[in-house]
């Protein structure tokens, strides 16, 4: 096992400013169930001055508090769980998490930033057209219901789907909760506050398995992501308990602006990063 010692050394982060970042972090995932890594990973960079893959690896382990507070939360207030689709995307996360986070981790930057570029914008688009009475689908899925109604069809796709969605997250420490509420409510009907509820459950063992695989190899700081820990635990609940209260209009322009804010920012850091033209070789 790597050692976290170096990593940590003379950063300026302490327990406060870590617990300010947990709580945001928390609020965001337990409103939006998940995505508290989009706030931990660029406050980690640009605060706690570790290197990034730590950055990463820290924001997963810390996201083991967000996912079990605010899922209980979702079950015990009144929300709603699709275990239908949630087990397999769970064993599918696991999986992922396992054996999938090198893959990905392997993929250039740029193609990675489309991906969920891409993901992040067409939710927004879908959910401004719900709240509009506009949802091209009328409400259902985009599978047939008697796809649906098959074990043969479900197993096999939520477990492909949570493989994905869980390399993805163990991979990168953000994102996964943005991946994971679109495909719910697109692939399997589910309503926005079942998605939010089921996408947290889901992240439970993924961010188990995320933060064993980064500890593991020393990418993750376990005196941070204690201190994000500690602030997520009180802001994931207040986000969930405040998702919940919202009607599921409010809540899908609410979360389409937050995926669309998303979109914008990686576009932005797209075009920050845009690599620069090959000069022309002297005739």
């Not at 327990?15 to 709580?23: D, L, Q, R, Y």
């Not at 015990?76 to 998490?97: E, F, K, N, P, Y």
């Not at 969920?116 to 985009?142: E, N, R, S």
């Amino acid at each position: 096992m790597g050692s976290n010692s170096e990593h940590t050394t003379g950063s300026p982060l302490g327990a406060a400013g870590a617990g300010s970042i947990g709580a945001v972090g928390g609020v965001v995932s337990g409103l939006f169930g998940g995505g508290s890594g989009v706030f931990f990973v660029p406050a980690l960079d640009r605060f706690a001055r570790l290197p990034r893959a730590v950055v990463h690896g820290t924001a997963t382990t810390a996201n083991i508090a967000v996912c079990v507070v605010g899922a209980a939360v979702y079950a015990l207030a009144g929300g709603a769980v699709d275990l239908r689709a949630g087990t397999g995307m769970t064993i599918g996360g696991i999986i992922g998490g396992f054996f999938g986070t090198d893959i990905v981790s392997r993929l250039p930057d740029r193609v990675l930033r489309l991906l969920f570029t891409a993901v992040v914008l067409l939710t927004a688009a879908k959910l401004y057209l719900d709240a509009a009475g506009l949802d091209p689908l009328g409400g259902h899925a985009a599978v047939s219901p008697t796809l649906l109604a098959s074990v043969w069809f479900v197993v096999p796709v939520t477990v492909l789907t949570g493989i994905v969605i869980g390399a993805w997250a163990a991979a990168l420490g953000l994102g996964g909760g943005l991946l994971a509420v679109p495909a719910l409510v697109v692939l399997f009907g589910a309503d926005l506050h079942t998605a939010a509820g089921t996408s947290l459950l889901l992240f439970v063992p993924n961010s188990v398995v995320g933060a064993v695989v980064h500890l593991r190899n020393g990418t993750a700081s376990p005196s941070i992501s204690s201190y994000l820990s500690l602030g997520a635990i009180p802001g994931a609940a207040a986000g969930a308990l405040l998702a919940l209260v919202l009607n599921s209009v409010v809540l899908s322009v609410v979360f389409a602006t937050f995926a669309l804010a998303m979109g914008i920012r990686e576009i932005l850091q797209l075009a920050r990063h845009q690599p620069a033209p090959a000069s022309s070789p002297p005739s």
